[in-house]
T-cell receptor, first 107, second 114 residues
Framework: GIQVEQSPPDLILQEGANSTLRCNFSDSVNNLQWFHQNPWGQLINLFYIPSGTKQNGRLSATTVATERYSLLYISSSQTTDSGVYFCAVNTGNQFYFGTGTSLTVIP | GAGVSQSPRYKVAKRGQDVALRCDPISGHVSLFWYQQALGQGPEFLTYFQNEAQLDKSGLPSDRFFAERPEGSVSTLKIQRTQQEDSAVYLC????????????FGEGSRLTVL
């Protein structure tokens, strides 16, 4: 199956700082999504972004499908941003997940 | 419904017991996926339904795992003769489109096998 790599694996930020999370994938994909897994384990949709750029408040994402990567930008981070961020790519009938970036925002 | 609903949220089973996990997808969603998430890992694909048809079950780890979606809406994941290595969070997701589209997850069912 397709390989999905996320970096960095762990990230600690001071509240208010900005960060960029990266997702690389090994083959052409139909779709790409970014999720935030909260401390209770729920996967929250952030972006459905097979290509291009989207913004939602302090978060934005860019996918360059031809170069097989996507970036998630978090600006002015808050403690509530803590958790694990996953990207997932779709090819055929499956969605493949990366191993995630664990983000801790400290006050 | 408004979102994907899973039950039970927590299940403790003794080794060897059978368990059944239920998923109620978003109304009208064609695709339904089951994933298994071990502690500290990303979700791993188990199986995929398009309406009532199970089109892909390549991720089911053994023949003790069985899933069904008989009427194309609610799905049940059954694990027979549970083992300790089955302890994980089982996540259900649905999407409007066949085989893709935006995926929406339930809160998961956390299974602990003693």
């Amino acid at each position: 199956g397709i390989q999905v790599e996320q970096s960095p694996p762990d990230l600690i930020l001071q509240e208010g700082a900005n960060s960029t999370l990266r997702c690389n994938f090994s083959d052409s994909v139909n779709n790409l999504q970014w999720f935030h897994q909260n401390p209770w384990g729920q996967l929250i949709n952030l972006f459905y972004i097979p290509s291009g750029t989207k913004q939602n408040g302090r978060l934005s994402a860019t996918t360059v499908a031809t170069e097989r990567y996507s970036l998630l930008y978090i600006s002015s981070s808050q403690t509530t941003d803590s958790g694990v961020y996953f990207c997932a790519v779709n090819t055929g009938n499956q969605f493949y997940f990366g191993t995630g970036t664990s983000l801790t925002v400290i006050p | 419904g408004a979102g994907v609903s899973q039950s039970p949220r927590y299940k403790v089973a003794k080794r060897g017991q059978d368990v059944a996990l239920r998923c109620d997808p978003i109304s009208g969603h064609v695709s339904l996926f089951w994933y298994q998430q071990a502690l500290g890992q990303g979700p791993e694909f188990l199986t995929y339904f398009q309406n009532e048809a199970q089109l892909d079950k390549s991720g089911l780890p053994s023949d003790r795992f069985f899933a069904e979606r008989p009427e194309g809406s609610v799905s049940t994941l059954k694990i027979q003769r549970t083992q300790q290595e089955d302890s994980a969070v089982y996540l259900c997701a649905s999407s409007l489109l066949a085989g893709g589209g935006e995926l929406f997850f339930g809160e998961g069912s956390r299974l602990t096998v003693l």
